[in-house]
């Protein structure tokens, strides 16, 4: 009796859950399925039967309706004053403290030396370099450098950015024509941002992204997730940068103190306008630099000139070396704050040390071909404030001597205008460059 009731019970059971999972006998409209309209201990569970998809969670985005890095974190402003990018690449001891390139200026370099060189001569914040460098490739806090590509360190597979320096200034490059095209319209390029009012921190490192993914380094569509990513990465290092890096950079009503020409007026020997407003760090970036020479008595282009440079006001000289020397109005011995005038090709031998205070009209050094690309012995200038480039024509003139910059339809042309007086840019010293 016992036997046959159990044998009853479970024949009963076995027909009733038989009954539930037949699909014609579910109510005429259900949409669930089976398992969620059976009780707790008849619903199928992971392991019985056919294993649950995996899912993967969907890739990170930005908020377009919010602005994405301050313009702080972006330019390498007053908040990076004494921040040794160098010594932060180093202490971190990934794969990149113990990295080296070759350069021509400086022989085996140290990849953080490079890091930080790059970062000062175009003034991008070295933080988001190395954000970027750690959200990119991992090799700045670990990474074993197995699958390191030391040619094309950010996948950018360009002959013309070969090694640490070039990827660097690749994304240098691409940050400041955004930064400078949306803060002041210079260089002339246009931008498809998802939210035209973005500040122009958040346009550059948009672009950069957007770069990214047009040379292939990112898949199609994979540049926001990416850009997100960089993000969290930075915030994690570095704090929250809406904490450190929300200053502006450039007060209202800002103007450039006054200036002198950088060579004798009236000269004894005759200077000529060389170059017009143009990128003042490698090839793209706002037109914020002018090209002076004296005109040659016969010696060689490249020869180093017998004139001398002059302090176009008073100032501290903050670096010297590789060609370029950079004069501090505000004497503060850090040319990420107020003003700043940068000075290249100037000859090695004669060149103001660094840590030397002068008078307008100090002697700085000789034009030269050094530090760079140049056709001829010429002093290039252009002019910084808080870590920004300031364009050449504007809201904030150049105006040196009485002298006015206006930009011409292409980098390096242009003119100068004082009063009724006009010269015009000439690479060749023609008669209309020289300065009266």
Not at 174 to 203: D, Q, T
Not at 292 to 314: H, I, K, N, Q
Not at 342 to 348: R, Y
Not at 408 to 418: A, D, F, R, V
Request: with cysteine; glycine share 10%; aromatic share 10%.
């Amino acid at each position: 009796m016992y036997r046959t009731s159990r044998l009853t019970i479970a024949l009963a059971l076995a027909a009733l859950t038989l009954a539930c999972n037949l699909p014609f006998l579910q109510p005429e409209g259900a949409s669930l399925p089976v398992a969620a309209t059976l009780p707790p201990a008849f619903a199928s569970t992971p392991g019985a039967g056919a294993s649950p998809v995996p899912t993967s969670p969907p890739p990170p985005t930005v908020d377009p309706s919010q602005n994405l890095l301050p313009d702080g974190a972006v330019i390498a402003g007053p908040s990076t004053c004494g921040f040794d990018a160098a010594a932060e690449v180093v202490a971190a001891g990934g794969w990149l403290s113990t990295a080296e390139q070759y350069l021509p200026s400086t022989g085996r370099t140290p990849a953080a030396q490079v890091l930080a060189r790059v970062a000062l001569e175009n003034s991008v914040n070295p933080k988001l370099l190395i954000a970027l460098l750690e959200s990119r490739c991992g090799c700045v806090y670990g990474g074993s450098g197995e699958k390191i590509d030391e040619t094309y360190l950010l996948g950018v597979r360009d002959e013309r950015y070969k090694g640490f320096y070039r990827q660097f200034t690749w994304v240098a490059e691409r940050l400041n024509e955004a930064f400078y095209a949306h803060r002041f319209g210079s260089p002339p390029l246009e931008l498809a941002l998802p939210n035209p009012a973005w500040n122009a921190g958040s346009a550059a490192v948009w672009h950069l992204f957007e770069q990214f993914e047009d040379v292939g380094v990112l898949p199609p569509g994979g540049s926001e997730a990416s850009l997100a990513e960089f993000l969290t990465v930075y915030a994690a290092r570095f704090g929250d940068p809406w904490t450190t890096d929300a200053a502006s950079l450039l007060p209202p009503g800002l103007e450039q103190p006054k200036l002198t020409l950088p060579f004798p007026s009236p000269a004894d020997h005759p200077w000529a306008f060389t170059g017009g407003p143009h990128p003042p760090w490698t090839r793209l970036g706002p037109w914020a630099a002018l090209d002076f020479a004296p005109t040659l008595r016969g010696e060689e282009a490249c020869s180093v000139s017998p004139d001398w440079v002059l302090a176009p006001a008073a100032g501290r000289v903050t670096r010297s070396a590789n060609g370029a020397l950079v004069l501090d109005l505000d004497f503060d011995g850090c040319e990420q704050s107020g003003w700043n005038l940068l000075f290249m090709h100037l000859a090695e031998n004669g060149r103001l040390p660094v840590g030397t205070d002068v008078k307008p009209g100090a002697r700085l050094g000789h034009p030269s071909c050094e530090g760079g690309p140049a056709s001829g012995a010429h002093v290039h200038i252009a002019r910084k404030y808080n870590g920004v480039w300031i364009p050449a024509d504007g809201d904030i003139p150049f105006v040196l001597g009485g002298w006015q910059a206006h930009f011409g339809e292409k980098p390096y042309q242009g003119t100068l205008t004082n009063g009724g007086q006009t010269v015009t840019a000439s690479p060749y010293g023609a008669r209309g460059s020289v300065i009266p």
